[in-house]
């Protein structure tokens, strides 16, 4: 049962970051948290059934997790380098162009 509250708590803290933060890597730290608390409900509903069927789904679950956290840190490297800022405010703003006049 302490898994269960653990989670809960993880999960409260990851959707609090989501919902406050501007950052970018401070709302990848909170995706993260909130897929932590999905994975620890899961594995502990898996080793519950089983422990073979519990170790398969933990290095299932590590595995995905991981190879997330790779393409939202390259989302967030490639995101920083085009906009300038990782403000997430800042980066959904369309950018100025700037405009010639032509004389005909």
Do not use: W
Request: with cysteine; proline share 1%; aromatic share 8%.
């Amino acid at each position: 049962m302490d898994f269960v509250i653990l989670s809960i708590v993880l999960l409260g803290i990851g959707v609090y970051g989501l919902l406050t933060q501007r950052h970018l890597l401070k709302v990848f730290i909170s995706i993260e948290l909130v897929a932590t608390a999905a994975t620890l409900n899961f594995v502990m509903l898996a080793s519950s059934l089983s422990r073979e069927v519990g170790e398969a789904f933990l290095i299932l679950a590590f595995s995905t997790d991981t190879c997330v956290s790779a393409v939202i840190l390259a989302l967030l490297v490639i995101a920083s380098r085009k906009y300038g800022t990782t403000d997430i405010s800042k980066i959904g703003e369309p950018e100025e162009e700037e405009t010639f006049e032509v004389d005909a």
